[in-house]
């Protein structure tokens, strides 16, 4: 199963997420959703994570600086954004930092089950 993570500063943005999605039919297990940056980094330090997904705009440690501390702690962490944004300056960003896909605000179910789908293939590849 691949361990994920989901953190967003909107708790509504978290329950849509983990009620509307079938984890499993992706190989996914959600093994925490956090409120801010901080926390995810104290669970990713002792604990093995295989993919985040992470709003950009959050208070105390915005979603960019969180993909760069927790690449350093997991470098093969796979990452999907969320955001309410559409600016073209985080999402280049984000694409520097390596993540899967910048999906905007309100989540469309398909273009998420599309993008899991596609890291879990990518996951399986890697370890064959």
Same mark, same amino acid.
């Given at each position: 199963?691949?361990?994920?993570?989901?953190?967003?500063?909107?708790?509504?943005?978290?329950?849509?997420?983990?009620?509307?999605?079938?984890?499993?039919?992706?190989?996914?297990?959600?093994? &925490?959703?956090? +409120?801010? *940056? $901080?926390?995810?980094?104290?669970?990713?330090?002792? /604990?093995?994570?295989?993919?985040?997904?992470?709003?950009?705009?959050?208070?105390?440690?915005? &979603?960019?600086? +969180?993909? *760069? $501390?927790?690449?350093?702690?997991?470098?093969?962490? /796979?990452?999907?954004?969320?955001?309410?944004?559409?600016?073209?300056?985080?999402?280049?960003?984000?694409?520097? +930092?390596?993540?899967?896909?910048?999906?905007?605000?309100?989540?469309?179910?398909?273009?998420?089950?599309?993008?899991?789908?596609?890291?879990?293939?990518?996951?399986?590849?890697?370890?064959?």
């Amino acid at each position: 199963m691949i361990n994920t993570l989901i953190v967003d500063d909107e708790p509504t943005v978290i329950k849509w997420l983990a009620g509307h999605m079938s984890w499993e039919d992706y190989g996914c297990q959600v093994c &925490g959703s956090f +409120l801010n *940056g $901080r926390d995810i980094l104290d669970y990713m330090s002792s /604990r093995p994570v295989d993919l985040l997904i992470t709003d950009i705009c959050m208070p105390d440690m915005d &979603g960019l600086e +969180l993909i *760069g $501390r927790a690449r350093k702690l997991n470098p093969h962490l /796979r990452i999907i954004v969320i955001s309410a944004h559409s600016n073209f300056t985080y999402a280049k960003e984000a694409i520097r +930092l390596g993540v899967e896909n910048y999906l905007l605000k309100p989540i469309e179910q398909d273009e998420l089950a599309e993008t899991l789908t596609t890291v879990r293939d990518n996951i399986n590849e890697n370890l064959n």
